[in-house]
């Protein structure tokens, strides 16, 4: 960087000059290295500060990442201010490194993620109010008048509601500030969310959460960092017994940070905290306005809110002092990020609980298996609820051979699962249907040319959703109208739909069940989080006969009148070439059984198969959860797959296939694996175009000894460099394969 014009201090020489300060920022977009700005004289920085500064022709926001001395700094550009914004911790800061050097991500797009750039400054208006101070104006209109009265108590009133109150507008009080009678003052700010009470309730536990709550109540004493996985069958008390390490948190007065899958839609979850602590917990998820968000900023970097319940990226909040993590399912592949920086939030929420000092506990009833290696491992505590609280029995699970017993023709529920929802309905209990496939078919065809509906900026099929009378893309959006035609061969009335999605379920429902109250739940309703948050609240209180749902029923809600549970297509998942594809759907069928007979009814689940000797559904019906984990485990370490080994993607893509291909052959071919190193492919994706990018990936599988980021830099480095619009996306420890 070099400046316009010499700066004054260039005109003393280099020995007499006082040794310049010099400012290391960190700039919030897609840059690795930090820039060097001399500091000028009477500005005083710190590692942490948020500073303006000049970059190109352009004001930016950075933050100090390192400060020296350095003999000449005459060539640099000036840091122009400090702005208003809490500064980042040094442990924040060290986070911010260690995921970029974790995955492999530009150092400035995780510092984003920790600013939330736009939201840093507090440009959003705060509210002002006035108060009478000095004497009425010599003018005294009606209007000011009323003003007047209205203020005569000597109370701070909000201009806004001042304005309403006396009828005025807005310029008769700025007139009266300008007359000295009033003086404005910033209304003081709500609290961001009352102290949870850690001792509003006592809970009664069993003597087997008893231990489990003595374990977390160790960690959290000790001080240290610490990890432990909380594996609780489904219904076991999970969620109760980690309240309690919240609440030891909360009495040595530090923060906690609960992350949750879905937090968008656990409106049961802020409830049950509730009725624990007293108050809700602050939420943190995209929902959040942008005006609330800022609140929270600030409140959790001042350390005046004590609880957030949040998703990934409240991962990367600036905590005063973190307590406590706790990553609630932490299973969960929605913990994964997948664009912009790839990474896993609950490994993130290892290092960041051993940054911070803060005990880690991962909560899941099917945890993955890397959790439960590292337990095994005696890297992490293990604590165990074997039991469902109160004597509940876990449901009974059995399959449906759909050889033997097959639905009809055009229809996806056999008849013995139709005759167990119809008991369950005349026991006045509920069933859930589960299939994880939104909209009403995965596939629409002409029967007469065979012509099939594909995404125009995709290799995927469209899917139909009856509902909104369209064929969309679920990986690019992209929406049409369903024809009356088809488009091929203009035959009438000849496009047919293959396979179920959560819609068609629901017409055979009711043809089957024309009295029961049956409803959809499903990401791509039409009403949003809101709606979905309303109906979830609406099965809980039994107001279904029947619920179908994709995936998002599964997520730790607890219905007390479910006792049925239909798994649609237990296969479905099974078959997806995914290397975690049998884990995944061990875990997906596990919490969705797991969600009946929660109540004081016993619990049911069937699962639909062609395949019912398949190992996970073995699995799921013996119950024998240890063995699943032992012959997956053992495969997984015969393979090399993590976490006995590690895995990289690189994702090449282009507007154009043969760039893509050429360019990804070109790094294979640069790879030169050392020993311990497989470069596998490149191949083409296997969704080989999404919107309009044509796609190959490379697959990079290590030894778990190998450091395999330094072997991507060292890589990346000797490679050619990605050229036009040819685009290189790197995925630490990749979690989808398509
Ligand atoms: P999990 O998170 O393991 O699925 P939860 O914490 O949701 O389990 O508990 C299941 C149900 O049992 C909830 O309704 C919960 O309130 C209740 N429960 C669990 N433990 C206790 C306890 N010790 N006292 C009272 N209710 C409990
Ligand atoms: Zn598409």
Redesign the pocket.
């Known amino acids: 960087m070099s400046s316009d014009s010499p700066p004054l201090d260039s005109l003393f020489s280099e020995s007499d000059a006082p040794a310049a300060v010099i400012a290391d920022v960190l700039i919030p977009l897609a840059l690795d290295i930090a820039y060097s700005y001399k500091v000028p004289p009477g500005l005083v920085v710190e590692p942490g500060d948020v500073v303006h500064v000049p970059l190109a022709a352009r004001e930016t926001i950075g933050v100090v990442w390192e400060t020296r001395k350095g003999a000449s700094a005459s060539n640099l550009k000036a840091v122009m201010s400090k702005a208003d914004a809490t500064p980042l911790s040094s442990t924040l800061r060290e986070f911010v490194d260690w995921v970029a050097r974790y995955t492999l991500a530009p150092r400035g797009l995780v510092l984003r993620m920790a600013l939330r750039a736009p939201e840093i400054e507090r440009n959003e208006r705060i509210a002002m109010g006035v108060r009478l101070v000095g004497a009425p104006p010599a003018r005294l209109t009606p209007a000011r008048q009323r003003v007047l009265e209205i203020l005569s108590d000597g109370l701070l009133r909000a201009k806004r509601d001042l304005c309403d109150e006396a009828g005025v507008s807005a310029a008769v009080i700025d007139g009266l500030i300008d007359e000295g009678t009033l003086l404005p003052e910033p209304m003081p700010q709500a609290p961001i969310s009352p102290l949870p009470d850690p001792d509003f309730t006592t ?4 003597e087997a ?1 008893s231990k489990a709550v003595g374990e977390l109540l160790n960690s959290i004493r000790q001080e240290q960092s610490s990890t432990t996985l909380l594996e ?10 980690y309240f309690e390490a919240v609440a030891e948190t909360l009495r040595k007065e530090r923060q906690s940070l609960i992350l949750m899958p879905e937090i968008a839609l656990t409106g049961q979850f802020l409830d ?1 905290f509730e009725k624990r602590f007293g108050v809700r917990p602050a939420e943190w998820h995209s929902g959040v306005s942008g005006r609330r968000r800022e609140k929270i900023f600030s409140a959790l970097a001042s350390g005046e809110a004590k609880v957030i319940a949040g998703a990934r990226s409240a991962l990367f909040l600036p905590y005063a002092d973190l307590g406590l993590i706790i990553v609630d399912e932490e299973h969960e592949t929605a913990y994964k990020q997948e664009d912009g920086v790839h990474y896993h939030a609950r490994d993130m929420a290892v290092v960041r609980g051993r940054l911070e000092i803060a005990p880690v506990i991962l ?1 899941s ?1 099917t945890p993955s298996i890397e959790s439960r290696v590292n337990a095994k491992a005696g890297r992490y505590t293990h604590v165990k ?1 074997p039991e469902r ?2 004597g509940r029995a876990m449901p009974d699970i059995a399959t449906i051979d759909l050889r033997v017993d097959p639905p009809g023709k055009g229809r996806f529920l056999s008849p013995r699962l139709i005759s167990e929802i119809r008991e369950t309905i005349m026991r006045g209990e509920q069933t859930l249907l589960y299939l994880n496939r939104r909209g009403y078919a995965p596939l629409t065809l002409c029967r007469h040319c065979g012509h099939r509906f594909q995404c125009s900026n995709c290799t995927t099929w469209l899917v139909e959703h009856r509902f909104r009378r369209a064929l969309m893309c679920h990986h690019c959006g992209h929406v049409e109208r369903r024809p009356e035609t088809c488009p091929s061969c203009s035959a009438e009335d000849s496009l047919a739909a293959c396979g179920p999605g959560v819609e068609r379920l629901q017409e055979e429902v009711a043809e089957q069940f024309p009295d029961a109250r049956a409803l959809v739940l499903s990401s791509d309703m039409p009403g949003g989080i809101e709606r979905l948050r309303r109906e979830i609240e609406a099965v809980a209180a039994g107001e279904f006969n029947i619920v179908i749902g994709t995936q998002l029923v599964a997520k ?1 809600h ?1 219905f007390p009148y479910l006792s049925l549970v239909g798994v649609v297509d237990a296969d479905l998942g099974l078959t997806s070439g995914d290397p975690r594809a049998a884990e995944r759907t061990f875990q997906m069928l596990g919490q969705v059984t ?1 969600r009946a007979g ?1 109540g004081h009814t016993a619990g049911r689940a069937l699962l639909q198969s062609y395949d019912p000797d398949h190992p996970v559904i073995r699995a799921l019906v013996s119950g024998d959860a240890e063995r699943f984990y032992r012959e997956e485990t053992n495969q997984r370490e015969a393979a090399s797959m993590p976490p006995f080994g590690r895995l990289a993607a690189l994702i090449i893509s282009a507007n154009d296939r043969q760039p893509a291909e050429s360019y990804a052959r070109a790094l294979a071919r640069a790879a030169e694996p050392p020993p311990g190193v497989m470069v596998l492919g490149p191949a083409e994706a296997p969704i080989a175009v999404i919107r309009g990018r044509h796609r190959f990936r490379i697959l990079v599988k290590t030894d778990r000894a190998v450091p395999i980021q330094a072997y991507l830099k060292e890589w990346l480095a000797r490679a050619p460099k990605a050229t036009g619009n040819v685009r290189l996306g790197i995925d630490i420890d990749p979690q989808s394969f398509y």
């Open positions: 809970t009664i536990f069993s959460q609780g069958v489904t219904g076991s008390g999970k969620t109760e017994v049950r909560a009833a609820l609280h109160g730790g607890h797991g929660r």
